[in-house]
């Protein structure tokens, strides 16, 4: 990519967080009954980190995207109608609102509500007055909202299109720039298995291809976290399905981009070429000789591919006893450079698991177990 590409984004004179340190402070947040605002490019997890969170909390979370609602939407209707309703001998003298039924929940019940405001950046103006009630008092229309107890904002950046909120509204919360670098992204990428070994290893070597440039300019196009995690999901299914490797590149370039996708077809064509290489370990094959002629990149999947595959066979096991392939895969990975070790452990095994199955019985896990728990301190 060009220097042009990577256009630096003003700090907008906020407080820089990376995502693992974003979950530590919107769960404090959450726990205090506060409000946080949360800025940043596409694709970096905002949301998602925000309903973990909320979920990780036991509280009830009310979603509301404030880029499809107006005034009334927020405010309420006036019950006009409710006029004609008698109260003994007299009519009522003062006028309703009827409220959406997302209020219900912090209305009624018992139990504590979140509310995640999402697409605060493309909210429309006339949202502001309502929304200064609803974050300072908790309240609507003068009508307190019990079960409302900490509110989030999420918006992306003035170059993606979005716009800055009200000041008096941002006084409301604490307000905070999320950054996901390379390292935190394939960290969070093996924890649940989403993110294909094959774009893990493409943005270990090219960390600055996990985001397109902040300010697009006249691109459609562009890598994003949510790009590349979209492009796994099809990888995925696609292989499943035996498509051709030309089409799920094609796939990939429509996720991320046609420059950077390209650059991407290297690493997948490198993938395709592994996997009877990878199922050969799987079958108890010795295969450090094929491996040790492979070229450097190729090294490296292959490791991201092990790994991946070990990993979700962990997750679908029924008990903790480790698989016959725990012995297959600590085997080969005693002929592995540290460097390509560390990084596909990392990524996609990942120390819990290691802990989970005990696998620190295998000398070669003993060893692993430390330098993982180093490089992640």
Request: aromatic share 10%; charged share 25%; glycine share 6%.
């Amino acid at each position: 990519m060009s220097k042009k590409d990577n256009l630096a984004i003003s700090d907008f004179n906020l407080q820089k967080l990376q995502t693992k340190e974003l979950s530590k402070h919107v769960s404090a947040t959450i726990h205090l009954n506060g409000n946080i605002a949360i800025f940043g490019m596409r694709g970096t997890g905002k949301t998602a980190i925000a309903k973990q969170e909320i979920a990780k909390s036991g509280m009830h979370e009310v979603y509301i995207n404030l880029s499809v609602l107006e005034r009334v939407d927020m405010g309420g209707y006036p019950d006009i109608m409710g006029q004609q309703n008698v109260e003994g001998s007299r009519k009522k003298k003062f006028i309703d609102f009827l409220l959406p039924e997302f209020y219900e929940p912090m209305l009624t019940g018992n139990k504590p509500v979140v509310a995640l405001l999402d697409e605060v950046d493309k909210a429309d103006p006339s949202l502001w007055a309502p929304l200064l009630e609803f974050t300072q008092f908790k309240s609507i229309n003068g009508k307190t909202l019990p079960n409302l107890k900490s509110i989030i904002m999420t918006g992306n950046l003035i170059s993606e299109g979005g716009s800055r909120p009200s000041l008096p509204l941002l006084d409301r919360a604490e307000k905070y720039l999320v950054e996901a670098d390379a390292t935190s992204w394939l960290n969070w990428a093996g924890s649940d298995g989403h993110i294909h070994p094959s774009i893990t290893a493409y943005i270990n070597d090219n960390p600055k291809h996990l985001f397109g440039a902040a300010d697009a300019e006249d691109r459609y196009a562009d890598p994003s976290p949510r790009g590349w995690h979209k492009a796994s999901d099809i990888l995925y299914a696609g292989e499943q399905r035996g498509w051709d490797p030309d089409l799920l590149n094609k796939k990939v370039c429509g996720c991320v981009g046609k420059e950077v996708g390209i650059h991407y077809s290297n690493y997948f064509e490198h993938y395709q070429k592994l996997i009877p290489l990878i199922n050969a370990l799987y079958s108890g094959e010795d295969i450090s000789k094929e491996y040790n002629d492979l070229e450097p990149a190729k090294k490296l999947i292959c490791c991201m591919f092990v790994c991946a595959r070990f990993a979700n066979q962990l997750d679908e096991l029924q008990t903790l006893t480790p698989p016959k392939s725990a012995s297959y895969v600590a085997k080969f990975l005693q002929n592995v450079t540290y460097e390509n070790v560390l990084i596909a452990v990392r990524s996609q095994i990942q120390l819990q698991r290691i802990i989970k199955f005990g696998l620190d019985e295998f000398p070669v896990w003993s060893s692993l177990i430390k330098d993982i728990a180093a490089s992640v301190s």
